[in-house]
């Protein structure tokens, strides 16, 4: 089916399919009751917001080793940082359920909404919020209508940019994910997993629209062609590559554990969903 005749939902019934999934809110009593029984302040999801010095600390470290061998620095460079000196600078921040607990479901949305998956409403409809920056956005636009959560940082449509990229490593997001397929399976909703793959984007074109000549020079228009020639050779070279990268990584995938999205979704559902196992 073409992309023109997909059917997906307004924009009116795109808010009124989320008011239905949290009728209180993203950080609702009722969101809570289920993702952090206990209470907030006891929830292991705390320490996504409230890192001790150890996490901290392992944090830095992995991002100064990455960078280090990134730019082959063996030797030179600063020295990594030490957990004394990230519990020198340590210092805890109040805790804001409402704000943190908002947050995490909104990257968790995120997580299912966007990266090229689909939700599909009951009547086969896509419930598509958009994709990346897309779905962000419409996640910000939608808190911001509530008054209660004006402490937010309204109108930053990058917030949920990445969803839970950075949250992964401090906490155990799988309640989370379980919370909101319940809620779209009430629903009759179903969702659609796509395999994330890496594509090239040539944006030789637009730069070619934008230098454009005005006076045409037939030996400038032979060199031209002879460049697009060669561009276009190294294009097609480096989609191919990325290709057997995708069909390689495609079937490392399947001796990897399940995606947490996906693990939860089979929890809940009874069934893998389509798109699982990457074919």
């Known amino acids: 089916m073409e ?16 008011d239905q999934i949290f009728p209180h809110g993203f950080a609702g009593e009722d969101v809570l009751s289920e993702i952090a029984p206990e209470g907030w302040q006891s929830s292991p999801l705390l320490a996504c917001f409230h890192p001790s010095p150890e996490q901290i600390f392992k944090e830095h ?51 299912i909404f966007s990266c090229n998956h689909e939700v599909v409403a009951a009547d086969g409809r896509l419930v598509d919020i958009g994709s990346f920056r897309g779905a962000s ?55 659609v997993y796509h395999f994330p793959e890496i594509y090239f984007v040539d944006l030789r074109p637009l730069k070619k629209d934008i230098e454009s000549p005005t006076v045409y020079s037939p030996s400038k228009a032979w ?15 480096m989609q191919a590559e990325l290709n057997e990268i995708n069909v390689r990584s495609r079937k490392e995938a399947i001796d990897q554990p399940m995606p947490s999205t ?18």
């Not at 005749?5 to 808010?15: H, M, N, Q």
């Not at 030179?76 to 943190?100: C, F, H, M, Y």
Request: net charge negative.
């Open 223 to 237: 060199e031209t062609s002879q460049e697009e020639e060669h561009h276009q050779a190294e294009v097609e070279k």
């Open 3 to 18: 992309n023109s005749e997909i059917l997906r939902l307004t924009d009116d019934e795109l808010i009124a399919f989320f």
């Open 61 to 111: 470290l992995q991002i100064h080793r990455n960078i280090k061998k990134l730019i082959h620095d063996k030797d030179q460079g600063r020295p990594e940082p030490t957990l004394e000196e990230i519990r020198a600078e340590w210092k805890d921040t109040p805790v804001n359920i409402t704000d943190e607990v908002t947050d995490l479901v909104g990257r968790c949305l995120w997580d």
């Open 137 to 191: 956005a419409f996640l910000d636009d939608y808190l911001s209508r509530e008054l209660e959560n004006i402490t937010l940082r309204e109108g930053d449509y990058m917030r949920f940019y990445m969803g839970t990229s950075w949250l992964q490593v401090r906490g155990d997001l799988k309640i989370v994910y379980a919370m909101i397929f319940k809620r779209l399976k009430l629903l009759n909703a179903d969702w």
């Open 262 to 279: 996906v693990l939860e979704y089979c929890n809940v559902y009874g069934r893998n969903p389509r798109g699982w196992p990457p074919g």
